[in-house]
């Protein structure tokens, strides 16, 4: 009984946004009133406790919102500057092959969007300019939707580590010991993000495969098509992922989408150009007269190039290349800025007498330096007037309103389940349920792990609020069933990233960019098979890792 009341918030949120196709933004709230009502009558939490507990989750929820806000606003300014015209500029013009055009557009200018963004941005630039470029609007949504999963894990510089798995330091006693040795909480996000990357690259590597093979099934009916350009596909699958997994371990989680893909770009796109592994035949789209009803909607698909913009691709590129310079002068330990960086802290220690403790330390979040402080410099660059700058920030305050209601109400519902046992020495809702899924599953936790984290991004329509549910929970069941904290944590973090390319939310906002809204069903049954191959592919690496690698994380005691 007790396992089912405390797991009850988020079946209720799974319900209302699965079912009643709610937005998170509005069944958020009712997760969060029905945590407090179960934790109130059934494990006795002072108001008080309620009200802390949700403070904290507000404190949170403030630090990521930096990020969130400061990387729309830099995509904003950039619609307006032209910037990104220039961007979609450069990568349009590097070759005819639709297939290798897919490889460029969708995987790697999709993955650098979504490692300087994040928040579905990937599917709202790229989706577009594939239709722009005269390819079927439901091929550009829905590989633009499957190839934004690798990136995902380290989108928007990090956030679905550092701020999606954020929460559990409140779950232990920090530092921990590996090896015998105390580890900060800080170190224990790194190497959850370093484990991440080197699953997302032993199946991330292929996933610019399966795009093209998937587009020529859909297109001719068979893979042959796709299949026939395995090297230059393989090529690109490993010149993000091979970069995306050094960067993540040996510099941090902040930096591996974003510098991987300029790498893998900087790399790709002169190969193609000299004909590197380039494929004999240029493999077409059939006549358009012969296109599938289903294909296209109200928006249709364009015969050529974009026009040239107005903004030269130097120019363009220049505010991320700052951005990239900075994060990586900030976080590398050689120019130890660190340091400094993260000196300012503002906080509250525990909240009303509480156990509840949040902080936020403004210069190291790359929500406000670097990325406001690019924004502000933009206009320079670009010579866009300040007035339409002031434009942009009141867009992307109109476009985080929602993110922010659905971030503060997961948020607290977490801190809720979290803290629910503290004031009366108990067991809380979160270690009552993980005890429950360690008693039933033991060691296969590593092959349901992945999953957890895809159910929670297709809930929520975000691998950061993802983390945010169920990443305390992933940490308490890998204790109670004694499994590498590590290993289940990256599991997490990699389901999460895959179930964005089949998440409600983001599926509608897709096919909202390309014209075909009401065909989501097609969209995700098409990407579900992937999905699922993806997460189950993670479990069983993940596990046959272990096998051969010693145990390097001593199991310790949750908070009482």
């Not at 406790?49 to 950039?78: E, P, R, S």
């Not at 909240?351 to 933009?378: D, H, K, M, W």
């Not at 801190?415 to 979160?430: E, H, K, N, P, V």
């Not at 096919?511 to 993670?538: D, H, M, P, S, W």
């Amino acid at each position: 009984m007790l396992p089912f009341l405390a797991i009850f918030p988020i079946f209720l949120v799974g319900i209302l946004m699965i079912v009643f196709m709610w937005p998170s933004a509005r069944a958020m709230p009712l997760g969060w009133v029905a945590a407090a009502i179960i934790a109130f009558f059934f494990w006795d939490m002072p108001p008080l406790w309620l009200i802390a507990a949700t403070i904290g989750g507000l404190i949170n929820t403030i630090d990521i919102l930096f990020i969130v806000f400061g990387a729309i606003l830099i995509l904003q300014i950039m619609r307006k500057s032209g910037g990104i015209g220039g961007i979609s500029h450069s990568m349009a013009q590097i070759s005819n092959d639709r297939r290798v055009q897919l490889i460029i557009i969708a995987w790697l200018m999709g993955s650098f969007l979504e490692g300087a963004a994040g928040f579905g941005t990937p599917a709202a630039v790229a989706a577009p300019l594939l239709v722009g470029l005269g390819f079927p609007p439901l091929i550009a949504a829905g590989a633009t939707l499957m190839a934004d999963t690798t990136p995902v894990t380290f989108g928007a510089v990090g956030v679905p580590i550092w701020g999606g798995l954020a929460a559990l330091e409140e779950v232990a006693e920090w530092p921990i010991l590996i090896n015998g040795q105390a580890v900060p909480f800080t170190q224990f996000l790194f190497n959850v993000g370093a484990f991440s990357a080197i699953l997302h690259f032993l199946i991330g590597s292929f996933m610019p495969l399966a795009l093209v093979s998937l587009m020529t099934k859909v297109i001719g009916g068979s893979f042959r098509a796709g299949l026939r350009v395995w090297p230059i596909a393989l090529f690109g699958g490993l010149v993000f992922t091979i970069p995306q997994v050094l960067i993540a371990n040996f510099v941090g989680p902040e930096l591996p989408t974003l510098l991987g893909s300029l790498i893998g770009m900087v790399i790709f796109i002169p190969a193609v150009k000299h004909g590197f592994l380039m494929p004999k035949d240029q493999w077409k789209f059939p006549p358009h007269e012969n296109w599938k009803q289903s294909w296209e909607g109200d928006l249709k698909a364009g015969r050529g190039e974009p026009q040239a913009p107005r903004i030269g691709p130097v120019k363009a590129w220049t505010p991320y290349i700052l951005i990239g310079i900075i994060l990586l002068l900030a976080r590398v330990p050689f120019f130890q800025l660190t340091p400094v960086l993260r000196a300012w802290s503002i906080g509250w220690e525990q909240i009303f007498g509480t156990t509840v403790s949040r902080n936020v330390e403004p210069l190291y979040n790359p929500g406000i330096f670097p990325f406001l402080v690019i924004a502000l410099i933009i206009p320079l660059i670009h010579k866009l007037p300040y007035r339409e700058a002031l434009s942009a920030v009141k867009e992307t305050v109109q476009m985080i309103i929602p993110a922010s209601i659905a971030l503060f109400f997961t948020l607290g519902m977490v801190y809720i389940l979290m803290y629910s046992g503290d004031a009366t020495q108990r067991d809380s809702m979160l270690i009552v349920v993980a005890q429950a899924a360690a008693q039933y599953t033991g060691s296969a936790w590593y092959l349901v792990a992945p999953f957890v984290g895809i159910l929670g991004t297709f809930i929520s329509g975000s691998a950061t609020v993802s983390n945010i549910m169920f990443s305390p929970f992933q940490f308490s069941t890998a204790v109670e069933a004694q499994l590498n904290l590590v290993s289940v944590l990256s599991l997490q973090s990699v389901g999460a990233a895959v179930g964005n390319m089949i998440c409600i939310h983001n599926v509608v906002a897709a096919l909202t960019t390309v014209g075909l809204i009401g065909r989501e069903g097609i969209i995700i049954k098409e990407n579900l098979g992937v999905c699922i191959l993806y997460g189950l592919l993670a479990g069983i690496i993940a596990w046959l890792l272990l096998l051969f690698l010693p145990a390097d994380l001593a199991f310790i005691p949750l908070r009482l």
